[in-house]
């Protein structure tokens, strides 16, 4: 079996049958409970939770498809290791026996990369159905969300690599765009390269444009519940690209707050002070131009085109026929009319059916 074409339930079968020993060995892991933790929709990796009574949690990530190279890897755990060295809130990678960030293991020609976490303490806001600290406001966590990316961003100013991971333009550019997207939605791809080429002509100075974590949303962080404290961790997508990047993804999961409210104007007005709070929190740890807040609209439709072409490729990398759902066919009218905040304050939202549209054929 190639690497290209192997399946999840493949890579876990071959994880639990023969990496896990090797695995083990190479980490000091002999006694860990390892459990298997189930995927999100287009998973990339088989991850397990490592347990031992008497010692830290740790989590096992094993990489099987070969959409990322050793660069692309060490490009990744060296930023993570740089944070968390420098004051990042962020899991620390695990050096192997043999004093290695990451490691690599051939089976029968197929190559896995493995990384060792710590476990970030305390959970994700879903595992305590999103209610949050006891008798303490939750503009503390939206302040706290802010805070932990402005630490990251500032650090990222002072960041040199050793392995470079891509920058936004390599990956999102109109050749990929035209080859990933089907025809039959070419108003969807004059749109996208429309906005990658509003996008290129922005600035990318050292104060505006880094290495980014590019998926900073509350599935990718824990809370500890006792203090507050925010752990980040999956920097699977981190490349370099516009810290307001990392902004508009934090305004796009703030809508989940208010998404049933029925009055658009309230909603607008949550949004605003939500945003102001994240705001107060990120310039706390470090500095952002007006110029570029001004821009939020923008990064906002770069994060639904991100989703678009995740979506795109989820499909295409699991050999799926290509459909959109209600909640893609969404995102791609609000690029296609210009419909800015992702639709949040426009007729096209129902908060029957938040963030949904009737389904269309490709």
């Known amino acids: 079996m190639n690497a290209s074409s192997m399946a999840y339930n493949d890579a876990v079968k071959i994880s639990d049958a023969c990496l896990l020993p090797l695995v083990s060995e190479l980490y000091g892991l002999e006694g ?11 998973g990339r990796n088989v991850i397990y939770s490592c347990e031992k009574e008497g010692a830290d949690a740790k989590i ?23 944070l968390f060295e420098n004051g990042g809130s962020v899991s620390d990678v695990i050096n ?7 490691e690599e293991i051939t089976h029968h020609h197929d190559t896995f990369f493995i990384c060792l976490f710590k476990k970030a303490k305390g959970k994700m806001l879903v595992e305590n159905n999103y209610r949050y600290r006891e008798g303490i406001p939750i503009t503390e966590y939206y302040y706290n969300c802010g805070k932990v990316l402005g630490k990251m961003h500032q650090l990222s100013k002072e960041y040199t690599p050793i392995h470079r991971r891509h920058s936004f333009l390599e990956k999102y550019n109109a050749t990929y765009i035209d080859k990933l997207i089907p025809d039959s939605l070419s108003l969807l791809k004059e749109k996208l390269v429309q906005l990658l080429k509003t996008l290129e002509g922005l600035g990318r100075d050292r104060e505006s444009f880094g290495m980014i974590h590019f ?26 690209g516009w810290y307001m990047y990392d902004l508009a993804d934090l305004w796009t999961h703030g809508v989940g707050w208010i998404q049933f409210e029925p009055d658009a104007g309230k ?8 945003f102001e709070t994240v705001l107060e929190g990120y310039k706390s740890e470090t500095s952002i131009e007006d110029s570029m807040l001004d821009k939020l609209p923008l990064f906002i439709q770069a994060t639904l085109m991100e989703n678009i072409v995740g979506e795109f490729e989820d ?3 699991n050999g799926e026929e290509l459909e959109c759902d209600e909640e893609m066919s969404y995102l791609i009218k609000c690029l296609e009319e210009d419909i800015l905040y992702k639709g949040f304050f426009h007729e096209i939202y129902s908060c029957e059916e938040p963030f949904e549209y009737e389904e269309r054929n490709i």
């Open 96 to 102: 192997s026996k043999k004093g290695n960030l990451l």
């Open 60 to 82: 096992l990530r094993i990489s099987f498809l070969p959409d990322r190279s050793r660069e692309d890897f060490l490009g990744e755990i060296e930023y993570i290791r740089y």
């Open 215 to 240: 998926d900073y949303n509350d599935g990718n962080y824990s809370i500890d519940f006792d203090t507050g404290q925010i752990t980040v961790y999956d920097f699977d997508n981190s490349c370099f």
């Open 267 to 274: 909603r607008k007005k949550f949004m605003k002070d939500y």
């Open 315 to 317: 499909m295409r990398n």
């Open 32 to 42: 860990y409970d390892m459990r298997l933790i189930q995927p999100h929709i287009g």
